[in-house]
């Protein structure tokens, strides 16, 4: 006990191991994951207080209050709703014990400390959440650009056009599904998880 309660003291309670695949059933993040929607975990950092869970629907955070407690908040950032921005790496200097990811997804900010000797992988999660970020990006650019198509086809579409009314309700249903594929967001990240992380 006397050990846990230094390690807290010292912040040594705080460096994070990223947990091989082999053990992802046994994390507690595992229990809350929609496994029945087909989410899966793709990276986890475990400290002594945390799991920080990529999956590649969201990110869950196991936010423990102290090394010294069992008490546990559970967060959950989907991605296709909070944005991934100002990602970087600090690495370890020569007497450093640790290197930091640092991210911000939605208004929350996180700074992950990570043993050093896991510098590679984590340079794995860094270029995921990169990539993750510039799809973000795109699809908010193709959100704003709907409305503008739509006013261009508003305008230059006449209902007398329409021969019929199964042609103009054919038309309309056509517009509506490439409306909802240009303006929906990014749902599942698993294929940027696959490229980028090395198993």
Known sequence: MFKRIAAEAMGLSDIGVIVPPSDYARVDADDYLFHEDGE???????????EYCFTNLALIH?????????????????????GVNAVSIETAGTVDRDIELKFQIGSASFSIDVRKDFIEALKDVYKA??????????????RNNVQPCLSAVASAFKIGAAADEDALSRQFQALLAATNAASSNTRDFGSFFERYIRA
């Open 40 to 50: 899966k975990i793709y990276f986890l950092i475990k400290s002594k207080k945390d």
């Open 62 to 82: 196991v936010d423990g209050d102290s090394a010294v407690s069992s008490k546990r908040s559970i967060r959950r950032y989907e991605f296709a709703h909070y």
């Open 129 to 142: 959440l990169i990539a993750i970020s510039h799809q973000q990006m795109r699809d908010q650019v193709a």
